[in-house]
């Protein structure tokens, strides 16, 4: 028998002053912005950045904007930069790890100081300068509430990452999960997740996930449901898988694979999708190329049939030199779609001379949580003002995301002192290969429901009971007899922590 334990975290209570609208201003493409104060009516607007793909902005609790931060192409070293509230470079907003790729960027609150902000960026594309997974701090009390870098480039990996970084509350509605990916030039199938927890106590060491069953390239992407407890991974070879999420653990588990990866004739090279409102819909765009008859497409899927790749509407169809790229649902609950029109090379940026319909408007979703043709999708409708588009749009994360009501984690006992009670739980599983039977014994828990789960190697619940507890001890014996050999993992949640431990069966 041995011990596992998980750091769990118990603090105080704190009002999120940010919970409301802090999504209401984007900043992408070349200058490209839109302010969504009024929700009825969303205007274009100017602003300082120019990158291809990655950005992300923030407002505060009144949609006022706060600052963003974009990569640069055609340069090379850490080309991040953060703007302020002004559209002025923030005092120390340069040289920041990233380089010019489509979702390395996001940004969150601290749980704890409003004046604080987590800046994360991706650095790890294959032939970057500087690999791996960083964080940067922000503190906008300074220069007159413009706010300054107080703290950049903070490793958190070294490995190289794909070109995807999300985020998502906790299931508390204070803390927050970050999510990256790792990539391999080699293309191994470990398809490994980390996932960092960030508390008022700072960012824990990630949980890590190898669920196996897609290729670690550069080019993947995560999509977040709305209510945060699914996760959608697309790659550009053609992968569409999805998982469960759980916002109290961090658990990744349960691949539901769409479509599997594709060994030649790449015809649905996945770039970018968001979910509908309801969650019902996830609305995918996906490039083949065939130059020089190059063909992009806006597909529709319905997650709620049994067939979902057969339920597949294809919105728009468009032809080289016109690709549809990002896709995000906007606070209006729209989805809005990016293109990039491909002028010649290198393609970014653009010279003064391309100006067209495709990069000087988004498409638009009007009525995303309808299936098929009534969703009212508007090719290239809303017009920015003057200003053109490329392949991203922000990567900011579902601020408004509240608590999960009625799990394990949906509140925050009071005193932070009371966090040392993870020195004192003790966690014992035994497999007894002869009874085919688990035993799973703990002490010195708290909590007064727990919630115990068993996992294979793929991610997969295998067993899961919910039950009262009578703290200090938890048993209960599993029967594993229709369990296949094989390593597992034992999970037990209370309200107040998470133990973890593994057997095998042979």
């Not at 599983?429 to 708290?446: D, P, T």
Request: proline fraction near 5%.
């Amino acid at each position: 028998m041995r011990k596992y334990i998980v750091m769990f975290l118990l603090l105080s209570f704190l009002t999120d002053t940010f919970s409301q609208n802090q999504n209401s201003v984007w900043c992408f493409g070349d200058s490209a912005g839109i302010d969504f104060s009024n929700i009825a009516n969303p205007i274009p607007i100017q602003t300082s950045m120019d990158g291809r793909g990655s950005c992300a902005s923030i407002s505060d609790s009144i949609g006022n904007l706060l600052f963003y931060a974009n990569s640069r192409g055609g340069i090379s070293g850490n080309t991040t930069r953060v703007w302020n509230k002004n559209h002025q470079l923030m005092q120390n907003g340069d040289s920041i790890v990233g380089e010019a790729w489509f979702n390395e960027i996001t940004i969150i609150p601290f749980p704890d100081t409003p004046s604080y902000f987590y800046l994360f960026t991706l650095g790890g594309i294959a032939g970057s300068s500087q690999t791996g997974f960083y964080y940067s701090i922000l503190d906008l009390s300074l220069n007159g509430n413009l706010g300054a870098v107080i703290q950049k480039n903070t490793p958190l990996l070294n490995d190289e990452m794909a070109d995807c970084v999300k985020t998502v509350k906790h299931g508390n509605g204070r803390d927050w999960w970050v999510i990256a990916k790792l990539s391999s030039i080699s293309l191994t199938h470990i398809n490994r997740f980390f996932v960092f927890l960030i508390s008022p106590l700072g960012i824990s060491a990630p949980i890590i996930h190898d669920l196996g069953n897609a290729v670690d390239g550069d080019f993947q992407r995560f999509s977040i449901n709305n209510i945060g407890n699914k996760l959608m991974l697309t790659n550009t070879m053609g992968l569409m898988t999805e998982y469960d999420f759980d916002r109290c653990t961090g658990l990744i588990s349960n691949p539901n694979n769409i479509f599997t990866e594709q060994t030649s004739d790449f015809s649905r090279l996945f770039w970018e999708g968001a979910y509908a409102p309801n969650d019902s819909l996830f609305y995918v765009t996906t490039t083949w190329y065939s130059f020089p008859n190059d063909t992009s497409r806006l597909l529709q899927y319905n997650l709620f049939v049994p067939d979902i790749p057969a339920s597949c509407d294809t919105l728009i169809e468009l032809k080289h030199p016109v690709q549809p790229s990002a896709v995000r649902q906007g606070p209006d609950q729209k989805i809005y779609i990016s293109s990039f029109y491909d002028w010649g090379f290198p393609g970014y940026p653009y010279p003064d001379t391309v100006y067209n319909q495709y990069n000087m408007n988004l498409s638009v979703v009007n009525s995303p949580d309808i299936d098929g043709v009534l969703c009212n999708f508007q090719p290239f409708s809303f017009y920015l003002g003057g200003k053109r588009t490329y392949w991203g749009l922000p990567n900011n994360p579902n601020y408004e995301l509240g608590r999960w009501v009625g799990s394990p984690c949906d509140t925050i006992t009071s005193g932070i002192e009371e966090s040392t009670i993870i020195n004192d739980a003790e966690f014992y599983v035994f497999y007894h290969s002869g009874w085919q039977q688990l035993f799973v014994n703990a002490k010195n828990i708290k909590g007064n429901n727990s919630l115990l789960q068993i996992f294979d190697l793929s991610g997969k619940e295998v067993f899961s009971s919910a039950k009262k507890t009578q703290p200090p001890y938890f048993t209960q014996d599993v029967n594993c007899s229709n369990f296949a050999n094989g390593l597992y993992i034992v999970s037990l949640t209370t309200e107040k922590e998470r133990l973890i431990g593994k057997f095998v069966k042979k």
